[in-house]
């Protein structure tokens, strides 16, 4: 692209969000308006026809609304999805309370330095409506909607594109999402001793099969600096606790095809990285994805007896779409960039394509997305979420159980005494 385009682009970009914040200064945003005043209308002129199969075969007919990485599923691993309508996406009445009482507070900076402090002013809700660069959707990203805290069950399988399935387990995950910045559950908007620690997030993560895994645990808090997790494993066999830092660049979540970093799409910080917006445009995403939770329905959304035994069935809908580029400020980062397709009603990451040191595109990661159980109140949770390693022929699949938000988790559930509790 042309400078001049570019600048231009920019121009464009500073200009609608300026008047976007002119315009709710006075909290305007309401349910019925949320997408149009954080984000942007999609573009329906050239949606497929609701209840239509895109597939190799006529993908090329719909290639500008279709992800590049799960254009390569389609034509390397036969994958397929079903359009739907599209359906707006809003937030919970907390959230859209706190991001109107809150407009104009938020301020980044682009830091040279990724373990410097790049955000000042946050207190809740959307930090950007409107965002006028890519840096702004990364923090919209990072403090969308998702409920304050959430308890999950679900299922991982290993999957070869020749073999099949290779094993699999099942997890619990607890994590109070939102120890500051908090919406739903008093103390609102921040948990004090969370605050006064400068943690963001709990988490603990269990697995409950197979069997001589049972009770492997992992806990680890999230700080408010830019800084690398920091918790525990605790083994049962041993009944020993190590100390752990977790989501240290590249490592691998469980030896699975998934990188730390790399779940719900990106769990590094906003700081770490260089970001740009490649493009702001409408297009096809799992959003509304229409899959079914529980222990029965793995099997019946996942593929698993016909090559390459990781294909899903799940509903796609045309949605309005930030395309970033993003690069990594650190040297060592396994990726040489990553390109995110961030919904820009939710702010949910949808699809991920991830290139190795080469420029060669080598992972490609999708959240297929669930309507809410109750919109006004509670988040969406993800129906299935899927990373290919694409150079390998390997697959990590994940499927959800049971999901549970706003239940009221508190930080003393998140000691090193409970999770020896837990995992015996």
């Known amino acids: 692209m042309k400078r001049g385009s570019i600048l231009a682009m920019v121009a464009v970009f500073a200009l609608t969000a300026a008047l976007a914040h002119m315009a709710i200064a006075q909290g305007s945003i309401t349910r019925d308006n949320w997408g149009e005043a954080v984000g942007f209308k999609p573009d329906l002129a050239k949606a497929p026809d609701p209840g239509m199969t895109i597939n190799s075969a006529n993908m090329d007919q719909y290639?500008?609304?279709?992800?590049?990485?799960?254009?390569?599923?389609?034509?390397?691993?036969?994958?397929?999805?079903?359009?739907?309508?599209?359906?707006?996406?809003?937030?919970?009445?907390?959230?859209?309370?706190?991001?109107?009482?809150?407009?104009?507070?938020t301020k980044v900076t682009d830091v040279s330095n990724p373990r410097q402090k790049?955000?000042?002013?946050?207190?809740?809700?959307?930090?950007?409506?409107?965002?006028?660069d890519g840096l702004e959707v990364a923090w919209n990203y990072n403090w969308a909607y998702g409920g304050d805290d959430a308890r999950n069950l679900f299922s991982v399988y290993w999957i070869s594109a020749?073999?099949?399935?290779?094993?699999?387990?099942?997890w619990t995950w607890l994590y109070i999402n939102r120890a500051v910045g908090r919406t739903d559950i008093n103390p609102k908007p921040a948990i004090k001793e969370a605050l006064d620690k400068g943690i963001q997030y709990y988490s603990v993560t269990t697995a409950l099969t197979p069997l001589d895994k049972k009770g492997f645990s992992a806990l680890y808090t999230r700080m408010i600096e830019p800084k690398d997790q920091q918790g525990f494993i605790y083994i049962p066999a041993q009944r020993k606790s190590t100390r752990?830092?977790?989501?240290?660049?590249?490592?691998?979540?469980?030896?699975?095809?998934?990188?730390?970093?790399?779940?719900?799409?990106?769990?590094?910080?906003p700081?770490?990285?260089?970001?740009?917006?490649?493009?702001?445009?409408?297009?096809?995403?799992?959003?509304?994805?229409?899959?079914?939770?529980?222990?029965?329905?793995?099997?019946?959304?996942?593929?698993?007896?016909?090559?390459?035994h990781w294909n899903f069935d799940?509903?796609?809908?045309?949605?309005?779409?930030?395309?970033?580029?993003?690069?990594?400020?650190?040297?060592?980062?396994?990726?040489?960039?990553?390109?995110?397709?961030?919904?820009?009603?939710s702010y949910y990451i949808t699809v991920k394509d991830a290139y190795d040191k080469k420029g060669q595109l080598w992972k490609v990661l999708v959240n297929a997305w669930n309507a809410s159980a109750n919109p006004r109140s509670l988040p969406p949770a993800i129906g299935a979420s899927l990373v290919v390693d694409l150079q390998s022929e390997h697959a990590t699949a994940f499927a959800w159980q049971k999901a549970e938000f706003n239940v009221g988790l508190v930080p003393d559930e998140f000691t090193l005494a409970r999770l020896r509790k837990i995992g015996n």
């Open 314 to 345: 799940s509903k796609w809908e045309m949605r309005p779409t930030y395309v970033l580029e993003v690069t990594a400020k650190f040297k060592d980062y396994p990726y040489s960039k990553m390109v995110f397709y961030v919904d820009a009603e």
């Open 63 to 105: 290639g500008a609304l279709i992800p590049e990485g799960a254009k390569v599923l389609m034509k390397k691993y036969n994958y397929s999805f079903t359009t739907k309508a599209y359906e707006p996406w809003v937030p919970a009445d907390t959230y859209i309370a706190a991001t109107n009482a809150n407009v104009g507070k």
């Open 118 to 132: 790049g955000i000042d002013g946050y207190v809740a809700g959307l930090p950007f409506p409107h965002p006028k």
């Open 162 to 170: 020749k073999g099949g399935v290779e094993r699999s387990e099942d």
């Open 244 to 269: 752990f830092a977790f989501g240290t660049r590249g490592d691998a979540w469980n030896n699975t095809d998934l990188l730390y970093e790399d779940v719900r799409g990106y769990l590094g910080y």
């Open 271 to 308: 700081e770490w990285m260089n970001w740009s917006i490649k493009e702001k445009t409408t297009m096809l995403m799992p959003m509304h994805s229409g899959i079914k939770h529980g222990k029965d329905q793995a099997s019946k959304t996942y593929d698993f007896n016909t090559a390459p």
